[in-house]
């Protein structure tokens, strides 16, 4: 699971650098005129503007944080329910993964 917490920080990262980038205008971003700022394409840029981009990143870093800490405990043992617990953490991190299907260093067998 190392691995994939490792590749799950370096899609954040990127996420990251480019949302701050990013000019938050959604004019800027689409080239979309004001006039067409209610078209469902314009709509979904500005919901996915790059500060709330940002404050999904920092959420989904400390959900892989917290999964990641929970997996390394569970490596002594606790018990069969702990150890369904960091199985239940597996999966998730796994899932959260799922949106990085398409970058090459993704690896099929993350997929849940």
Known sequence: MDELVQFLRARLDEDEQI???????????????????????????????????????????????DLAQVIREGEEYKGPDYYEGVDACERTLKRLALSYADHPAYREEWRP
């Not at 959604?26 to 469902?40: F, K, L, N, Q, W």
């Not at 500060?51 to 870093?61: F, G, K, P, Q």
């Open 19 to 65: 949302a701050r980038d990013a000019n938050a205008s959604p004019e800027m971003v689409t080239g979309i005129p004001r006039s067409y700022a209610s078209a469902p394409v314009a709509l979904h840029i500005v919901r996915h503007d790059p500060a709330r981009v940002l404050r999904d990143i920092e959420a989904r870093r400390g959900i892989v944080d």
